[in-house]
C-alpha cells in the first residue's frame, strides 16, 4: 500500500544521495576539492556508512523481515540518524545562504 510506496520511494531518494555525495566536492581548508580520489575518501570516511545504512534499512522493511523487536529497534536508531542527517543538510543550506547574504530562505 501507501506505506510499501514511500519507503520504496524513499530508499530510492537515499540510494540516489548516496551517488550524489560520491560526485560532490566538499571544502577543505578554504578551498573546494574536486579531485574525485579525495571527494570519495572524504565521503567514505564522513557519511557513506550511515547512508549506506539508511539504503539498506529501506531495502530490509520492503523485504518485509523487520518483524523483532531488535529490528524496531534498530530501524527506530537508523530514523534518528537520517534525521540528525538531513538537520546537518538544513544547516549547511542556511549556511550558503548567509554567504550570499539571503536571509529570507533561512
Known amino acids: 500500500g501507501f506505506a510499501f510506496v514511500m519507503v520504496g520511494l524513499t530508499a530510492a531518494f537515499w540510494g540516489m544521495d548516496i551517488f550524489m555525495n560520491a560526485n560532490t566536492g566538499y ?3 578554504g578551498i573546494i576539492e574536486m579531485s574525485r580520489r579525495s ?7 564522513t557519511w557513506f556508512l550511515l547512508d549506506l545504512a ?5 531495502m530490509f522493511i520492503l523485504e518485509g ?9 534498530a530501524i ?3 530514523r534518528l540518524a537520517r534525521a540528525a542527517k538531513i538537520s546537518r543538510l538544513n544547516q549547511a543550506i542556511q549556511d550558503v545562504c548567509a554567504s550570499f547574504g539571503i536571509r529570507w530562505l533561512i
Do not use: F, P
Not at 571527494?39 to 570516511?45: E, F, I, Q
Not at 523481515?65 to 529497534?73: K, Q, V
Open 65 to 73: 523481515s523487520n518483524s523483532s523487536l531488535s529490528s524496531a529497534r
Open 76 to 78: 527506530r536508531a537508523l
Open 54 to 58: 539508511v539504503v539498506l534499512l529501506d
Open 27 to 29: 571544502i577543505s581548508a
Open 39 to 45: 571527494v570519495l575518501w572524504h565521503y567514505v570516511k
